[in-house]
DNA sequence: GATCGAATAT
DNA sequence: TATATTCGAT
């Protein structure tokens, strides 16, 4: 085979455009079909060599993604053409002449990408309004929010157990945290949440010493508790007994999200009996008795938060944490007690439990 | 060894 | 401040 295709790295934009060239002079449409089929096949190699390394690479995956679709995409093409070749093949081959000329364009722009220039995020990211038809799974490292929409999910999943209709900005919030969960990002790309949209922002990392980037391949993605999600867990919380009840692994297995761990679990949980104990000063409760974490962009008070709660288990969340102004005795006392029987825990844990409360809500 | 809560780090 | 990680205890 002539398929000499160098896939260094360094030569890949120059490599495709070539690569296309050469399909291009091919006549035999099987033929043209095989060469792509050949150069996706290797670019996908190279991708899946890579694939453990898309956080530090973000931008080779973006690149390969590019080539791959690319190339996928023109293979489609010759199969159409392939298809009603009969017909009008004068026609469609001038339309492929024309396409080999965006193709340059676009491994221009590819190119002056990899030089360096400070557009580089623009420049790449122009060709993929082209690439609708065909979503690479594997992608995501890009555009995350471009695939939003298609992804169910396991945010998802809890929905119907909030119970409360939605506004769809707010889907689209809890799709991003979700998929935020679940796909990791290229470091320098955060969603943020802004009043009823997602934007994308570029954060300058304080610490872009490669080192760094290393060291944030290895941490684990921040999840964000917006809203719907500490309902989530506040209501999952309620079912369990209360949050000196409910274990970290319980609240997990029950709110059903994916990709949620225990970790995260047990660190919210954390937070939020902290928040608990500040605000149940005997004398003094918390406002509403209902807190919802802080984040970026939260705007509290067009969520309706009371009712979903409510809504869901009236007497258990909200009787809860409304009379929470006596949380510190009603927890150490019958209450809380009372509803870890519940629990699937067996006895000896639970007095466990009841101990550490006493020593700590005391 | 799995899980927990608290303390500490980021 | 919010979340992640670590640590000692169970």
Request: hydrophobic share 30%; net charge negative.
């Amino acid at each position: 085979m002539d398929l000499s295709l160098d896939l260094g790295l360094v030569h890949i934009s120059k490599t495709v455009a070539e690569c296309l060239k050469e399909v291009a002079k091919v006549k035999d449409v099987g033929q043209k079909l095989s060469k792509l089929d050949d150069y996706v096949n290797r670019l996908e190699d190279e991708r899946r060599k890579i694939e453990v390394f898309r956080r530090e690479l973000p931008l080779c995956m973006l690149l390969l993604n590019d080539a791959i679709l690319k190339l996928k995409g023109e293979a489609l093409r010759y199969k159409e053409l392939n298809d009603r070749a009969g017909v009008g093949q004068g026609d469609g081959i001038e339309e492929e002449e024309g396409e080999m000329m965006n193709k340059k364009s676009w491994m221009d722009s590819v190119q002056l990408w990899k030089i360096g220039d400070s557009n580089q995020m623009d420049s790449v990211s122009e060709p993929k309004q082209q690439r609708s038809e065909e979503e690479d799974d594997r992608s995501t490292c890009e555009n995350p929010i471009q695939q939003l929409p298609t992804r169910g999910g396991a945010f998802m999943a809890f929905k119907p157990t909030v119970g409360c209709g939605r506004k769809e900005e707010k889907e689209v919030v809890s799709q991003a945290t979700e998929l935020s969960l679940m796909t990791p990002s290229p470091p320098e790309l955060v969603l943020a949440p802004s009043r009823g949209s997602i934007q994308q922002v570029k954060v300058q990392t304080t610490k872009p010493q490669p080192p760094a980037s290393q060291l944030q391949a290895n941490k684990k993605q921040r999840r964000c508790w917006e809203p719907e999600l500490h309902k989530h867990f506040m209501n999952v919380l309620d079912e369990l007994g209360g949050p000196h009840v409910a274990t970290p692994k319980q609240i997990r297995e029950r709110m059903q999200v994916e990709g949620l761990t225990n970790d995260e679990v047990k660190s919210h949980l954390q937070k939020y009996r902290l928040h608990i104990r500040k605000h149940t000063t005997p004398s003094a409760g918390p406002a509403n008795g209902l807190w919802t974490p802080k984040y970026e962009g939260n705007n509290r008070d067009d969520t309706p938060k009371p009712k979903v709660l409510q809504s869901n288990m009236e007497s258990e969340s909200m009787g809860g944490f409304s009379r929470s102004s006596n949380e510190g005795e009603s927890m150490e006392g019958g209450d809380e007690k009372s509803e870890s029987h519940d629990s699937s825990k067996g006895g000896t844990e639970k007095v466990n439990n009841e101990g550490r409360e006493i020593d700590v809500w005391r």
